[in-house]
């Protein structure tokens, strides 16, 4: 892959009732070019949208792919990764660290009802996970607008050490920078 090609890495870091996402335009080089925040709700159903509102707020056509830490953000607000995609018309890949048997029994233990109802509807409509291995490393990736071929060369591309993709492992600290400035602007 070129080294000018880029990468929105979305991630998320949360305390309370708002979940910080952080959004990061990284160049296959490891070059960081771009920063934006958006929040979502936590245990709430509004991280797609938030996902779709990032990749808007940084008004960059340069991105050539999405990544997002995870399927279910801030405490299972599920990401429609169908709708990002047709959103903003880039291959999104959802990349996630460690192995699980899912998140049915999961949402199930949480949730009940429409909430429930909402939720389970709209993870079994993503698509399934692969397990990649990447620098000696397990990563478990979901893609949509992109065939899992691709998929893997970009997520191996964007890592050049490790098991995190840089715009990932960029995102995940500016989250978490921008989640605590936050809570230090709500405690004075």
Aim: hydrophobic residues 40%; negative net charge.
């Amino acid at each position: 892959m070129k080294s000018g090609v880029r990468a929105l890495g979305v991630a998320e870091s949360y305390r309370e009732r708002r979940s910080t996402l952080a959004g990061v335009v990284t160049r296959a080089s490891r070059v960081t070019d771009g920063f934006a925040y958006e929040t979502c709700t936590v245990g709430g159903t509004d991280a797609t949208d938030a996902i779709a509102d990032l990749f808007s707020a940084l008004d960059r056509e340069d991105v050539r792919y999405v990544f997002v830490a995870g399927i279910a953000l801030a405490w299972y607000n599920v990401v429609d990764l169908h709708r990002v995609h047709d959103e903003i018309d880039r291959p999104v890949v959802s990349v996630t660290f460690e192995e699980s048997p899912g998140l049915r029994a999961a949402l199930r233990a949480e949730f009940d009802g429409e909430a429930l109802a909402t939720r389970e509807e709209l993870f079994e409509r993503q698509p399934p996970r692969e397990r990649l291995s990447v620098n000696d490393q397990t990563v478990f990736v979901r893609s949509v607008g992109v065939d899992a071929g691709k998929a893997r060369d970009a997520v191996r591309a964007f890592t050049p050490e490790g098991g995190r993709p840089e715009p990932l492992r960029v995102a995940r600290l500016a989250a978490r920078a921008g989640d605590e400035l936050r809570r230090e602007a709500a405690d004075s």
